[in-house]
């Protein structure tokens, strides 16, 4: 399974280690705020599960993140197989959760460039895409910081939100690879 480096990450397989810390974050409403819910244990270990087994099938995925010398797991960040049909699947997506003493670091800055790195340069793909609320400020700015774009066309409802419900409008922003 692929490991990333960085100058001060490490992107890494998940450990069990991971678990206990991983429920302690999806816990904090911070964290959570433009998520429909916090998570319970029993939720984020099942999460755990569905991340490793995308890490185990595809050699690629949501990679723990450890901070060597500072802290052995402080989130998550990688590509993720879009799990919904909307009107931009097929699609690989980036995503980041991090714990809420490690934001402000440039950490998942730091990350997310090695995984779209990762993504558009070894394993090719021809683009990566990006996706939160309109609230989600810190979200979509960081998308933003990574050069990827937002087209205000390609903006959807997450089909796994009900109608009607306040976090069901999504923004898309896409990066492509350089040389398409
Ligand atoms: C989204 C999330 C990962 C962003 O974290 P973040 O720490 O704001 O993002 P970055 O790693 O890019 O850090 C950027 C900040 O660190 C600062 N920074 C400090 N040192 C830095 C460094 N060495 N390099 C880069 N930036 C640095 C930047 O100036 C910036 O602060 P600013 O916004 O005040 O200018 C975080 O808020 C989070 O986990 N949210 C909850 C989960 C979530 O909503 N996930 C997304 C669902 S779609």
Redesign the pocket.
């Known amino acids: 399974m692929v490991q990333l480096h960085t100058q001060?990450l490490l992107l890494r397989p998940w450990q069990s280690a991971d678990a206990e810390l991983f429920a302690a974050m999806n816990a904090d409403s911070?964290?959570?705020?433009?998520?429909p819910a916090c998570l319970t244990r029993a939720e984020s270990d099942a999460m755990i599960e569905r991340i490793s087994n995308h890490m185990t099938t595809k050699g690629w995925g949501l990679w723990a993140l450890e901070a060597p010398t500072l802290a052995p797991f402080i989130?998550f960040?990688g590509l993720w197989t879009v799990s919904f049909d909307a009107p931009f699947t097929p699609a690989v997506e980036i995503?980041?959760?991090?714990?809420?003493p490690?934001?402000?670091?440039?950490?998942?800055?730091?990350?997310?460039q090695a995984a779209l790195a990762f993504g558009l340069d070894t394993l090719g793909l021809p683009e990566i895409v990006?996706?939160?609320?309109p609230a989600?400020v810190?979200?979509?700015?960081?998308m933003e910081?990574l050069g990827m774009t937002h087209n205000p066309i390609d903006d959807f409802d997450h089909p796994r939100l009900p109608e009607g419900h306040p976090m069901r409008r999504h923004v898309l922003y896409r990066k492509q690879r350089a040389n398409l």
Request: aromatic residues 22%; charged residues 25%.
């Open positions: 001060r911070a964290v959570m705020e433009h998520f989130g960040c995503g980041w959760r991090l714990a809420r490690f934001w402000d670091n440039g950490y998942a800055f730091e990350a997310a990006s996706f939160t609320i989600n810190r979200s979509w700015r960081l910081r």
